[in-house]
């Protein structure tokens, strides 16, 4: 019988050192570091972003019920849902849309001059939409602080809201024309 004798093969073991482990680790958290200011940046703009599409959506909302109804209808800021808020001056604290027979930027509660339901009897103004407040983002404007109407025309007054993560940052801006018509723009820094 012919005995081969074999040769042992030596196996390096696999696996990191602790040395490659912190490099790794080290590599890791470098790139997180950039990675989290530009994520922030990212959460932010989207942010200021879904805020001024619903409010530019809410502005399309009370035009179109204006003119289908044939009556004012006004947006307004308000803490409770309900009522309008005149101490408010930013739109992200909440605000309300609804049918305003007087004219006067108020939702009123009891009997208007408009028949609402067409039953010969005055009614008070329909509350048509709710806006909770809007955290992280200031809706703010000089020229409809408390309150923005559209006639039954569809038109309104010329107006700017300024949509920024503050009062002093303007990241947007919605333009209404007095036609009417609502623009959104962005803002360069």
């Not at 408010?88 to 605000?95: A, E, I, M, R």
């Not at 108020?106 to 067409?118: E, F, H, Q, V």
Request: net charge negative.
């Amino acid at each position: 019988m012919d005995i081969t004798i074999m040769k042992a093969s030596i196996s390096k073991a696999s696996g990191f050192t602790l040395i490659e482990a912190l490099i790794t680790i080290s590599i890791v958290a470098i790139l997180a570091s950039i990675a989290v200011p530009s994520f922030s940046k990212m959460l932010e703009n989207n942010r200021i972003t879904a805020a001024s599409n619903d409010f530019l959506s809410t502005l399309m909302y009370a035009r179109s019920e204006a003119a289908k109804r044939s009556l004012s209808v006004s947006i307004c800021t308000s803490s409770d849902s309900v009522t309008c808020d005149t101490s408010l001056d930013d739109y992200s604290k909440g605000w309300i849309v609804f049918t305003d027979c007087g004219n006067d930027g108020s939702l009123t509660t009891s009997a208007t001059l408009c028949d609402l339901d067409g039953d010969g009897t005055n009614d008070p103004d329909l509350l048509l939409r709710v806006q909770a407040p809007i955290k992280g983002v200031s809706i703010s404007s000089a020229k409809a602080p408390d309150f923005f109407t559209y006639r039954f025309s569809g038109r309104s007054i010329n107006a700017g809201f300024n949509i920024g993560k503050d009062n002093a940052t303007t990241a947007k801006q919605i333009t209404v024309a007095i036609t009417g018509r609502a623009r959104l723009l962005s803002v360069d820094h």
